[in-house]
């Protein structure tokens, strides 16, 4: 599939999911091995001392990580596990997940993912960091 097809693909999947668009989710980049997710952060998307809820982080992440996954497994695909770990409170404009894969076979890939948080310098600041396991699954009309 070449880079626009993958591209117009991921903007498909991501217009299908209703919590993405709930939360804005843009699809920056995504290329085989790479996605790249942005948020913009709103007050709804604060817990109760001003910084991004780690859910949303976690969101975040996972989605990206699903994402980079399914650039090379395909689009029938699910996050099997992952692990985030919050390195510091998230609080700027936008909030930008990076994911890459780190190893991928025929039915799964180890992926990682960088969650940033960018101010209105436009300067990063590295909130948390995932590791996860995506899996393909088999199309819906295939499970009996």
């Not at 699809?27 to 790249?36: H, I, K, R, S, Y």
């Not at 991004?52 to 982080?57: P, Q, T």
């Not at 975040?60 to 090379?72: C, H, K, Q, R």
């Not at 190893?103 to 960018?118: D, H, L, N, P, W």
């Amino acid at each position: 599939m070449d880079a626009n097809a993958l591209f117009n693909m991921g903007q498909e999947v991501l217009r299908s999911q209703a919590f993405s668009r709930l939360l804005g989710t843009k699809l920056v980049a995504f290329l085989p091995g790479t996605a790249v997710l942005e948020i913009p952060i709103t007050e709804h998307l604060l817990q109760q001392n001003g910084f991004v809820h780690g859910g949303v982080l976690s969101y975040a992440a996972d989605n990206a990580l699903t994402f980079v996954g399914g650039s090379i497994l395909g689009s029938n695909v699910l996050t099997s596990e992952y692990k985030i770990n919050y390195l510091k409170p998230a609080i700027g404009q936008t909030l930008i997940a990076r994911a890459s894969v780190v190893y991928a076979g025929k039915r799964q890939a180890v992926c990682r993912c960088e969650v940033f948080t960018i101010n209105g310098q436009s300067k990063e600041s590295l909130c948390a960091t995932a590791l996860g396991t995506i899996v393909a699954i088999a199309s819906e009309s295939t499970n009996a």
